[in-house]
């Protein structure tokens, strides 16, 4: 696939694969819906795609809750597609020091650390998740 805004070529395959490993590692998971969960970060990927056309950036947002909820690894995930890819879910994980940290906290340091691709994912995070309680 070819966007034609941003000029960028977006490896379906990869994509494809990283669709494959959400319904697969959040297996019988369901969102409060009622929907199989997977479907949650399909919807993020959908969303950060139209603010960018970086395939890395596409991927994460589809893997962006298997090493919090799943037992999908880092080192899986590097295997499976890239160290970056694997870095940046990580980077998206709320556990730190054995202990979750708040959504706020962790847009604080993803802001801070002007790491711009992982706070559009968890900005289109947090807006569906936010627009499925209203």
Do not use: W
């Not at 969102?31 to 959908?46: F, Q």
């Not at 589809?62 to 995930?77: A, F, K, P, V």
């Amino acid at each position: 696939m070819f966007n034609v805004r941003f000029n960028a070529k977006i490896d379906l395959d990869n994509v494809e694969k990283a669709i494959f490993f959400a319904k697969e590692y959040h297996g019988q998971q369901m969102r409060d819906t009622g929907e199989p969960y997977y479907t949650h970060p399909l919807e993020v990927a959908c969303m950060v795609a139209d603010y960018s056309f970086e395939t890395d950036t596409i991927i994460t947002a589809i893997l962006h809750d298997t090493i919090e909820d799943t037992s999908l690894t880092q080192e899986d995930i590097a295997e499976a597609f890239s160290i970056k890819i694997a870095e940046q879910v990580s980077d998206l994980t709320r556990i730190s020091d054995n202990k979750k940290i708040s959504s706020r906290q962790m847009i604080k340091t993803l802001r801070l650390q002007n790491k711009k691709d992982l706070l559009l994912i968890k900005l289109c995070d947090r807006y569906i998740i936010l627009k499925l309680y209203q």
